[in-house]
């Protein structure tokens, strides 16, 4: 048995539970840790400092709202956290590399790898309230939640993905990408 499990909570449970969590959250949790960190050691640790506190705080998960919310906000506060501590203003690229499927057109492989990265880059530009809005967005996230995470209002959140929106199809219209 693990010691800090709460009271009628196994061990195994737990671990099943966060097990499920990392495999179902994971890829989206790298990437909200992409928006927090540039360099990619630090980016490791920001992750691993977010699973770890995903760990201690299972127990004190009390359904008061959805499991993905908690995830995210549990993250999005270890993100700042970071941020703060290294005072860093700027992100490193979302994952870029997806599996080429057999047969696939080499280059449209690429041109689609290249939007992507355009499209990260110009996220990367954004102000950091806008790039949180946004990132949670395109993670599937409903204003609601988006809200929840970041400890904002509906309205608010709605504000800021206008915004980032706008910006981005400025950005990517610029470059003649848009």
Not at 37 to 63: K, T, V
């Amino acid at each position: 048995m693990i010691e800090d499990v709460a009271p009628g909570v196994m061990a195994d449970e737990r671990a099943a539970r966060y097990l499920r969590i990392v495999r179902d959250l994971g890829p989206a949790v790298r990437r909200l840790a992409l928006t927090y960190e540039r360099d990619d050691g630090r980016r490791q640790d920001l992750e691993q400092d977010i699973w770890l506190a995903l760990w201690q705080a299972l127990p004190r998960f009390r359904g008061e709202c959805s499991e993905r919310t908690f995830v995210f906000r549990l993250a999005h506060n270890r993100g700042v956290s970071h941020a703060h501590r290294w005072r860093i203003r700027k992100t490193e690229e979302l994952e870029a590399s997806a599996p080429v499927a057999s047969g696939a057109d080499p280059e449209r492989t690429l041109a689609d790898r290249q939007r992507r990265e355009h499209l990260q880059r110009a996220i990367r530009q954004l102000p950091l309230g806008l790039r949180q809005a946004i990132v949670l967005g395109l993670e599937g996230l409903s204003h609601r939640e988006i809200a929840e995470v970041l400890g904002i209002t509906e309205g608010n959140v709605a504000v800021r993905l206008t915004r980032a929106r706008a910006a981005l199809a400025g950005a990517l219209r610029a470059d003649g990408e848009g």
